[in-house]
């Protein structure tokens, strides 16, 4: 079950249309807004975090849960 910060962080890989493997840059007033959903995204293994400060690429069972948050 994702909590609603979770949700809205994975739709914000939706928005750019991300898939598995492909990294997306997290910067300023976003980062600091999605922070915790994505390391906790992270720690669920629906993310990796990438080596440049903010980015995050979908694993393949982020990538599905990400089908299953609605726009």
Known sequence: MLSPSEKTALRTFRQYQVTPGEMLCFFGPNLEKNKSA??????????????????????????????????
């Open 38 to 71: 994505l390391q906790r995204l992270t720690k669920k293994d629906f993310l990796v975090k990438e080596q440049f400060k903010g980015a995050y690429s979908l694993t393949p069972a982020g990538f599905a849960a990400m089908k299953t948050c609605e726009p």
